[in-house]
């Protein structure tokens, strides 16, 4: 794949047009935990003879709840929205999640001053995070499979509007109250909802709506849970992070600076905000050239080092360092599972983005939920991000066996076997005689890939554990694979030429591969 192809195809309007909806519906998403360091100070002022250390421990655990209910929020409304985006289609949906976004802000500005009154708030700020559903099947479905990787990195770097809110919010609060920016936030969401009506358009190729028990058979797939699982660390991780980390900036390096003390920690905020968001393209570019499991299992190791890092709590230069490095790769790790999603469920890519962001969603409440918890049991941060580093390698391990079952489920009565390691070196394929085999010698090791003919295929585990295998193995196209080949197609090893690249050849059959 190259930039030049890539802007041959699709259409930039709708792919800047998700961007930007998801860009202001995520800073919305986030503004709580971006102005957590005001409204506690509101709701939980400082008793007289209790020490700031022991204050913002006992209240830990509160801010945590607080700034995870919109992420909450999120993953329940997300569900909602992917349904509709099947149904309705991804612009329909986007500017209906614009409008009801102005909601929460207007009863943020005008009326919100209570803890339940801004649980509410935080709920119903939800339907701005579930812009996921929306915006990241507007810009997929313009595009091949070939480009998914890089689409859906440019679509989902929307999550940079975190920044906006982690480095704006808490300087707007010190100067016109945590109200009023709020009712500010009115202003760009307007604005998109014009930009969005003008440019944003449906491709033509929407799949057909279908009942809503036929999104059942999706919950039975065990791909679509393990996917869960995975982005529940990666977009939870990031997200989580980007809520509480205005907070825990603050509490840990700048106790005794109520006022300034919220800016700078906004300002550490916004670096690590920023080094997350705009990479995630970077991860799903990688991701095209080298398989979105490949690279998820390097970012889950590297995430898992960093937070051990971090769980010391060095001085805060360093601190900050290592958790713009963790966000890094959590937002490659973003654009790393929204590379494979649509190779595995293409036909369900608005309810499986529902489903799959929704977890994710729920990942980002619990991990500001676990640091408060673990603030106020422990009296330290540290533990929480130990917690969470060790999250991130049961992640990696997990899939790892993942891999590994599947492979040897493939040598039994089908034949499909992987020996030794997987490079993306020279392939040897010589054709195997009756059934359509291709054997295929790769770098380090020996991937035995089959060749399925239309209609001699039907343990659907073990076509799903091809798609599987197919996103690790391989990129999601060679350079000289045609546009028009379909994502869900068998695939063959062969022979590339002397400079030992690996040629996909993907055969376009009826029967197809569609699990």
Known sequence: MNLREFRKVGHWPSLFSAFLYFDISFMIWVLVGALAVSISADLWPKPDGVSIETHLASIASKKGFLVAIPLLGGSILRLVLGLMT?????????LIGLLLTAIPLLLGWLWAGTMGELVLVGLLLGVAGASFAAALPLASRWYPPEHQGLA???????????????????????????????????IPLTLTFVAFLILAKDSPNQPAP??????????????AWW??????????????????????????YFPNDPKSGAIYAGYFATACVIAGSFLR????????????????????????????????????????????????????????????????????????????????????FFLPNLLGLLKKATGSYGYGFAAFAAVAVVA??????????????????????????????????????????????????????????????????????????????????????????????????????????????????????QA
Request: hydrophobic share 45%; glycine share 18%.
């Open 86 to 94: 099947d149904h309705i289609g991804a612009r329909r949906t986007g």
């Open 396 to 513: 990696d391990g997990q899939l790892r066996l993942r891999l590994r079952r599947l492979r040897r489920g493939g040598r039994g009565r089908r034949g499909n076997r992987a020996r030794g390691g997987v490079g993306l070196g020279e392939a040897n394929g010589r054709d195997a005689g009756a059934g359509g085999r291709t054997r295929a010698g790769a770098g380090a090791g020996v991937i035995q890939a089959r060749t399925w003919r239309a209609g001699s295929v039907s343990d659907r585990s073990e076509r799903a554990g091809l798609l599987w295998l197919r996103a690790f193995q391989v990129s999601a196209r060679s350079p000289r694979t045609s546009n028009a080949t379909a994502i869900n197609s068998p695939i063959s090893l062969h022979r590339g030429q002397s400079n030992g690249n690996i040629q996909r050849v993907l055969h376009k059959q009826d029967a197809g591969l």
């Open 210 to 223: 279908k009942p809503l028990l036929a999104y059942g058979s999706v919950l039975a797939k065990k791909d």
């Open 227 to 252: 996917f869960c699982f995975f982005y529940s660390i990666t977009f939870g991780g990031f997200v989580g992070l980007a809520s509480f980390l205005n907070t825990f900036f603050k509490d840990q």
């Open 281 to 364: 393209p970077v991860g799903g570019y990688l991701a095209d050239h080298f398989g979105g499991v490949r690279m998820l299992l390097v970012l889950y190791v590297g995430v898992g080092i960093l937070l051990c890092g971090v769980a010391s709590l060095p001085p805060v230069w360093f601190a900050a360092t290592l958790l713009a490095l963790t966000m890094g790769l959590l937002g490659m790790g973003n654009g790393a599972v929204f590379q494979v999603v649509p190779q595995r469920f293409p036909k369900e890519i608005g309810v499986l983005t529902g489903l799959v962001g929704a977890a994710g969603g729920i990942g980002g």
């Open 152 to 186: 859906m990195g440019i679509a989902g770097a929307g999550n940079s509007g975190t920044a906006l809110a982690t480095l704006f919010g808490p300087i707007l609060a010190k100067e016109l109250g945590w109200h009023a920016v709020f009712g500010l936030a009115l």
